[in-house]
């Protein structure tokens, strides 16, 4: 009778269908501490040859959920039914692609006079804001999160996490398509990886490791001699060309919110933890783009490996910056996911806002990005934040919702309701079941960049091809 239930709450998809999308704020990041042993199931671990995904998550979607419009043309003799996914944020009109959704805002309705526009090479429909898009959704005490309470440190302290983690069952891959994909992986972690460090369980991706030194040290001395900075404006557009010089596609700065800041830090290398102190008055925070033709792959390898680059290309980018400032005299922290949430600091910087799939959706290249930061004392100018009406995009768009194989990713309405006390409370969002999107990777044995890769703002046409 169990077994029965069991078979009725779930379907079996095999991985060609998860694949096909039928079906990642966990999205993409890399997975474990970088080590690709660490994919591999380990004895005791079931491997199964269909994933299985609960029935509500694939049911299908209700229609007023996604809000399509049926419109019929007449092209000659021949009736063309054309599907609108595409609302409008500023009219009834909805369109097919978000190409013609673009075309349609461009000439009908005029950008505000506070246009970012061209003056900063963004794109046209991007408005500079005097306060980020989250703000109108704080309802309550916004408190400093704790870095132990995200997912990746949980699996090392939250034993009722880790034996749920641990009795999640492994999908059968071809062995030789595992070694090669592993293998891809495994060099673009690389630098991550290392980090210029060569301590046991070193991951650079979670930035500061107490006396580890590696790429994201913080102990590096700062230059004797100090560049005199008359003019904070002139500087920061000096610190963004140079940032874009060592590899940053975007740059932001924003005054640091302490907010934003872990109040407690968790280096998963040691278990060591404690309080955090960062005293800097700003934060420089660096998009680093990731590949679309690999993330278009997820949940397969590629699609990490794509992840895994952008990791080692954050660490090379955020150490030389640091590296750059602490020669012109000034303090400077570079750091990965560690010290603070990048998310709600690149909001902060003006790079983008933040979408249903709990990630920031840059107007350049939607969520399909990495994000990093330096922390300094230097004279700056912060930038404005933006808006370019996702809170109503996402709002009538579900395609990241659908494309998670594990139903991680709310439908309908923002909630302040958690899904587990690895989300955020005081805020109204679509929080993230980011439990249930990391057992998927266990499952998975890779991990996933679904969301991102359904969302219709990864693909903007910096690729050169594209949706639109
Ligand atoms: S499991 Fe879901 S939330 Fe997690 S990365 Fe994949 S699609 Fe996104
Ligand atoms: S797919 Fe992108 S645009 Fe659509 S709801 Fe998700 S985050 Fe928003």
Redesign the pocket.
């Known amino acids: 009778m169990a077994e029965e239930q069991n078979e009725e709450k779930f379907k079996k998809l095999t991985r060609r269908e998860v694949l096909a999308g039928t079906g990642g704020f966990v999205a993409g990041v890399a997975v474990g501490s970088g080590g690709v042993s660490l994919l591999l199931p380990p004895k005791e671990v079931e491997v199964i040859k269909e994933v299985k995904v609960p029935v509500e998550v694939i049911k299908e979607v209700p229609v007023e959920v996604i809000k399509e419009v049926e419109v019929i043309k007449e092209v000659g003799a021949v009736k063309e039914v054309e599907i609108n996914r595409f609302a409008c944020p500023y009219c009834d009109g909805t369109f097919s692609t978000l190409g013609a959704l673009r075309v349609h805002v461009d000439s009908e309705h005029q950008p505000t006079p506070t246009s970012a526009r061209e003056s900063e090479g963004r794109p046209t429909y991007v408005n500079k804001v005097d306060k980020p898009t989250y703000d109108d959704f704080i309802v309550g005490t916004v408190e400093q999160f704790d870095q132990k309470n995200e997912v990746f440190c949980r699996s090392l302290w939250d034993e009722e996490y880790k034996k749920r983690r641990a009795a999640a069952p492994v999908i059968e891959v071809d062995k030789l398509v595992m070694l090669d994909g592993n293998a891809l992986y495994a060099g673009a972690i690389y630098v991550d990886d290392k980090a210029g460090s060569d301590a046991p369980n070193y991951s650079g991706f979670q930035g500061h490791q107490t006396g580890f030194g590696g790429l994201y040290d913080w102990e590096e001395p700062v230059g004797t001699q100090k560049f005199p900075v008359s003019d904070p404006v002139e500087m920061s557009e000096k610190i963004k060309k140079v940032a874009k010089f060592y590899g940053a596609d975007l740059v932001g700065i924003c005054e640091l919110d302490q907010r934003w800041v872990y109040s407690n830090y968790f280096d998963r290398a040691t278990g060591n933890f404690g309080e955090l102190d960062i005293p800097y008055k700003y934060a420089i925070v660096l998009v680093v783009e990731m590949d679309w033709e690999g993330i278009e792959t997820s949940p397969g390898y590629e699609a990490s490996a794509a992840t895994a680059l952008g990791y080692s290309n954050m660490a090379e980018v955020a150490s030389k910056l640091a590296r750059y400032i602490r020669s012109l005299g000034y303090p400077a922290i570079p750091s990965g996911n560690d010290t603070a949430q990048s998310i709600p600091l690149a909001i902060d910087a003006g790079l983008g806002e933040l979408?249903?799939?709990g990630l920031l959706?840059t107007p350049e290249f939607?969520?399909r990005v990495r994000l990093c930061k330096v922390l300094t004392d230097l004279p700056l100018k912060p930038d404005k934040p933006i808006e370019f009406r996702?809170q109503r995009?996402?709002e009538s768009?579900?395609?990241?919702?659908k494309s998670c194989p594990v139903g991680a990713i709310k439908f309908g309405d923002r909630t302040t309701e958690p899904t587990s006390f690895s989300n955020r409370t005081g805020i109204l969002r679509w929080p993230v079941d980011v439990v249930k999107c990391h057992i998927f990777w266990k499952t998975n044995l890779t991990s996933c960049s679904n969301?991102i890769a359904?969302?219709?703002?990864s693909d903007m046409g910096n690729s050169g091809r594209g949706k639109v």
Do not use: N
């Not at 768009?397 to 919702?401: K, P």
């Open positions: 979408g249903r799939l959706i939607g969520p996702i995009f996402c768009c579900v395609l990241c919702a969301c359904a969302c219709p703002w």
